[in-house]
T-cell receptor
């Protein structure tokens, strides 16, 4: 099976710029979640997409937005970058079945390391 | 709201000795609990989960975890540690809700496990 892949692996941007991060889900998965992991901290939930719609959002401002495509791949867009946005951005996919109230465990990509200067 | 606490930033054990990595959680409903492991410059890797049933769950690489509802704990254990178990371990909780399928997982800040030869 194909795992979760993220691109790019590293990115350096200037404050105020915009960035797009990309993620391909694991084959067979239909749900994608994005997390921000700052240095020395656990991942913080940004949002989740299911059926191409946002399905849950964490405590992040609207300048963090996303998309899910029909093939279940996803993008995370961040506008007006701030220095505090520097972090590892993790994409995770999972399977949601109609008969279940819970998703399968998350399968993570290796992340995109974003540095904002 | 849901939260996870990992009270120890660091756990050191000798190879061959048993290890325990502690986790306590808080959710308003029934918990769905996970342990993940993270190696340097990599994404998180699923180890094991608890949703219902036997309080002792077994996972990958010989790890197990014990769910204790009265103490709201989900400690990770292994009877005999290996040097290769050295990594960063994260506990996570998700609420099993009949009202939503939103898959927000809340992670602790992680515990660095070091196993010395």
């Amino acid at each position: 099976e194909t795992g979760v892949t993220q691109s790019p692996t590293h990115l350096i941007k200037t404050r105020g710029q915009q960035v797009t991060l990309r993620c391909s889900s694991q084959s067979g998965h239909n749900t994608v979640s994005w997390y921000q992991q700052a240095l020395g901290q656990g991942p913080q939930f940004i949002f989740q997409y299911y059926r191409e719609e946002e399905n849950g959002r964490g405590n992040f401002p609207p300048r963090f937005s996303g998309l899910q495509f029909p093939n279940y791949s996803s993008e995370l867009n961040v506008n007006a970058l701030e220095l505090d946005d520097s972090a590892l951005y993790l994409c995770a996919s999972s399977l949601r079945e109609r008969t279940s109230r819970v998703d399968s465990p998350l399968h993570f990509g290796n992340g995109t390391r974003l540095t904002v200067t | 709201a849901q939260s996870v606490a990992q009270p120890e930033d660091q756990v050191n054990v000798a190879e061959g000795n048993p290890l325990t990595v502690k986790c306590t959680y808080s959710v308003s409903g029934n918990p769905y609990l996970f342990w993940y492991v993270q190696y340097p410059n990599r994404g998180l890797q699923f180890l094991l989960k608890y949703i219902t049933g036997d309080n002792l769950v077994k996972g990958s690489y010989g790890f197990e975890a014990e769910f204790n509802k009265s103490q709201t704990s989900f400690h990770l254990k292994k009877p005999s540690a290996l040097v290769s178990d050295s990594a960063l371990y994260f506990c996570a909780v998700r609420e099993v809700s009949s009202n939503t399928n939103a898959g927000k997982s809340t992670f602790g800040d992680g515990t660095t496990l070091t196993v010395k030869p």
